[in-house]
């Protein structure tokens, strides 16, 4: 989401190298066309993403021989080599679901976005936790500034499956950042209604409220991320500028401080 330049906020800012807008005008909001849409860290777009798709023990089939290995792999850090692994497995059981996910998060990992993309349209044809995987791949497109792709595959994920919260998490940021701020802040509060523990929920509402300009409805939802994730220093650089907006000059400050004790930790 766009982001006010701030000479009292942590520095550097480590929004700043995951597609935040970095302005030499203290204040002004960053203009953002309909597509611009780069990126959309730092709010979590790495697979697997918390309540999205993780491939963990007991994902294994009888009919899956080699995954654990191929697990174990990329636990140690042998990525190539558990790619390769996956990929026989796979020419072996292309109907398996789990293998590929893994595979698709190494591909992504290895900045091969258009591999992991691949692999994660196959298992949505051969079918399988359709939400959690339009989802990711939805991330993906999103980070490869295919906008409108990754509005559809969120879309999708509603109405596979109404109740699950990432995917209006992820559309309604989707919406905030092509325009959209309106049906955007909707969906981000549906959002936020779904999964009331959720502090990335939180956090998306909050700053969208913020670029809203409702700063005191902001806050209460950044203080709400705050308290469910107080060791993440986003909620807490975030309330800083929304309180240097509200010329809360103290509090600011304060929020700065613990950002960088949460950052440092």
Same mark, same amino acid.
């Given at each position: 989401?766009?982001?006010?330049?701030?000479?009292?906020?942590?520095?550097?800012?480590?929004?700043?190298?995951?597609?935040?807008?970095?302005?030499?005008?203290?204040?002004?909001?960053? %203009?953002?066309?309909?597509?611009?849409?780069?990126?959309?860290?730092?709010?979590?777009? #790495?697979?697997? %993403?918390?309540?999205?798709?993780?491939?963990?023990?007991?994902?294994?089939?009888?009919?899956?021989?080699?995954?654990?290995?191929?697990?174990?792999?990329?636990?140690?850090?042998?990525?190539?080599?558990?790619?390769?692994? &996956?990929?026989? +497995?796979?020419?072996?059981?292309?109907?398996? #679901?789990?293998?590929?996910?893994?595979?698709?998060?190494?591909? %992504?990992? =290895?900045?091969? #976005?258009?591999?992991? #993309?691949?692999?994660?349209?196959?298992? &949505?044809?051969?079918?399988?936790?359709?939400?959690?995987?339009?989802?990711?791949?939805?991330?993906?497109?999103?980070?490869? =500034?295919?906008?409108?792709?990754?509005?559809?595959?969120?879309?999708?994920?509603?109405?596979?499956?109404?109740?699950?919260?990432?995917?209006?998490?992820?559309?309604?940021?989707?919406?905030?950042?092509?325009? +959209?701020?309106?049906?955007?802040?909707?969906?981000?509060?549906?959002? *936020?209604?779904?999964?009331?523990?959720?502090?990335?929920?939180?956090?998306?509402?909050?700053?969208?409220?913020?670029?809203?300009?409702?700063?005191?409805?902001? &806050?209460?939802? +950044?203080?709400?991320?705050?308290? +469910?994730?107080?060791?993440?220093?986003?909620?807490?650089?975030?309330?800083?500028? *929304?309180?240097?907006?509200?010329?809360?000059?103290?509090?600011?400050?304060?929020?700065?401080?613990?950002?960088?004790?949460?950052?440092?930790?």
């Amino acid at each position: 989401m766009r982001r006010l330049r701030n000479s009292r906020a942590v520095d550097p800012d480590p929004a700043s190298f995951e597609g935040a807008d970095r302005l030499e005008l203290e204040g002004d909001w960053a %203009d953002c066309g309909v597509d611009a849409i780069a990126s959309l860290r730092p709010f979590g777009w #790495i697979i697997p %993403d918390p309540g999205v798709i993780s491939v963990e023990e007991g994902d294994r089939g009888p009919e899956q021989p080699g995954f654990d290995e191929a697990r174990e792999l990329a636990r140690r850090g042998r990525r190539l080599d558990a790619i390769q692994r &996956l990929r026989l +497995l796979l020419a072996k059981l292309p109907n398996a #679901i789990e293998p590929r996910l893994l595979l698709a998060r190494l591909l %992504d990992q =290895s900045d091969e #976005i258009e591999g992991s #993309i691949e692999q994660l349209s196959i298992a &949505l044809e051969v079918g399988g936790r359709r939400s959690e995987v339009l989802v990711t791949r939805g991330a993906l497109y999103a980070r490869t =500034s295919r906008a409108g792709e990754a509005e559809g595959d969120f879309r999708q994920a509603i109405a596979q499956d109404p109740s699950y919260c990432p995917a209006y998490r992820y559309l309604g940021t989707t919406l905030v950042r092509r325009g +959209l701020l309106d049906e955007g802040i909707g969906v981000l509060r549906e959002a *936020v209604s779904l999964a009331p523990q959720d502090p990335e929920a939180w956090l998306h509402y909050g700053e969208a409220l913020a670029i809203q300009g409702g700063l005191e409805a902001a &806050l209460g939802a +950044l203080e709400r991320a705050s308290a +469910l994730a107080p060791s993440d220093p986003r909620s807490y650089t975030v309330r800083g500028r *929304v309180l240097d907006r509200l010329r809360r000059t103290e509090e600011a400050l304060e929020m700065y401080r613990k950002a960088r004790e949460a950052q440092t930790a």
